[in-house]
């Protein structure tokens, strides 16, 4: 079997032990540290001892159990599969049906789950009862499992007829992707983002060169109130970036965070393509829950001007 230099899940379980005091990522202004994140994997770890489903499907909820949950399936050698309660009813229900979910994980905090819940189980992982041996899990790499033929996680995209497809990422493409990530080398400051722009949610860039030669590239970026926004940046050489501006935001209007973007002229107007998460219907359009969004404008290689906004057909 193949090793790569860099195990995401084997280097999360290490850090677990050696920065237990440290905080491993803020929750609505709440650091949570990694010793509290070991506590609460292994309470949802405990969960999986004895079960067979190999299908975990998870709520997308912004709770310490949820990201727990995730890291839980994967120590485990489970697949999971997000669900999300602002998704349509029926988008749901595709996709459980079609990834073989049997068994989902929620936490108190949810309202509306949005799915047929008949041939589910259920399980508030808010309500798991902590294991005995919790003190000890971050030494337990023993349980690990590493197999990287098998599948990390199941990811849902609509394509270009709203029906739900599955993709499956490998523990190997996930494994790759971590150890590619760390040869680049490359870091996030606060020269390369507008303020308060996410260096977490920074993603799917777009890059063209220009006549002159010069580079540009559109990347999507979570915005200070959890929202989305569509960054310019421009380079001389393709390696070496710098910020431009922001050329729109969505400020909650149009969906949460905004990926995929694109950028381009047609027909004497400005396109600006992006693909909102959790957007909400407005009339009779945009009931997919993800959807492609098409901002048109005027664009004075300065500043995007949007015009009009309607759904990418």
Same mark, same amino acid.
């Given at each position: 079997m193949k090793k790569y230099p860099n195990d995401l899940i084997g280097d999360i379980m290490k850090a677990? $032990? !050696? *920065?237990? &005091?440290r905080p491993a990522f803020v929750i609505e202004d709440t650091a949570c540290t990694y010793g509290e994140l070991a506590t609460c994997v292994q309470k949802i770890s405990s969960l999986f001892k004895d079960r067979e489903d190999k299908i975990i499907g998870i709520v997308a909820e912004n709770r310490l159990e949820t990201y727990a949950s995730i890291l839980s399936a994967l120590i485990c050698g489970k697949t999971y599969v997000i669900l999300h309660p602002s998704y349509p009813k029926h988008r749901n229900d595709r996709i459980a049906d079609s990834a073989g979910i049997r068994l989902v994980l929620h936490t108190e905090n949810i309202h509306v789950l949005n799915l047929d819940t008949r041939n589910l189980e259920l399980i508030c992982t808010s309500e798991i009862e902590q294991a005995e041996n919790s003190a000890t899990f971050h030494a337990a790499e023993d349980i690990l499992h590493t197999a990287e033929e098998e599948n990390a996680y199941i990811i849902f995209t609509s394509g270009s007829t709203g029906e739900p497809k599955g993709v499956p990422i490998s523990r190997r493409n996930l494994n790759a992707f971590y150890t590619a990530y760390h040869r680049l080398g490359w870091q996030l400051d606060k020269n390369d983002l507008p303020q308060g722009g996410s260096a977490v949610d920074f993603r799917d860039p777009k890059v063209w060169r220009s006549e002159d030669g010069t580079y540009y590239a559109v990347i999507g970026n979570r915005t200070p109130d959890d929202s989305g926004a569509i960054l310019l940046y421009q380079s001389m #050489? =393709? %390696?070496?970036? #710098? *910020?431009?501006?922001? %050329? #729109?935001?969505?400020?909650?209007? *149009?969906? !949460?965070?905004?990926?995929? +973007? &694109?950028f381009f002229p047609l027909d004497g107007r400005q396109v600006l393509l992006t693909s909102p998460q959790d957007m @909400? +219907?407005? $009339? %009779?359009?945009?009931?997919? =829950?993800?959807?492609? /969004?098409? /901002? %048109? =404008?005027? @664009?004075d290689g300065e500043e995007f001007h949007r015009q009009a906004v309607q759904p990418a057909r």
């Open positions: 677990f $032990g !050696k *920065y237990a &005091d #050489d =393709g %390696l070496h970036w #710098d *910020y431009v501006r922001t %050329l #729109d935001a969505c400020h909650n209007q *149009y969906g !949460k965070m905004w990926e995929c +973007p &694109d @909400y +219907p407005i $009339g %009779l359009e945009f009931h997919a =829950g993800n959807n492609a /969004l098409c /901002l %048109l =404008g005027d @664009y």
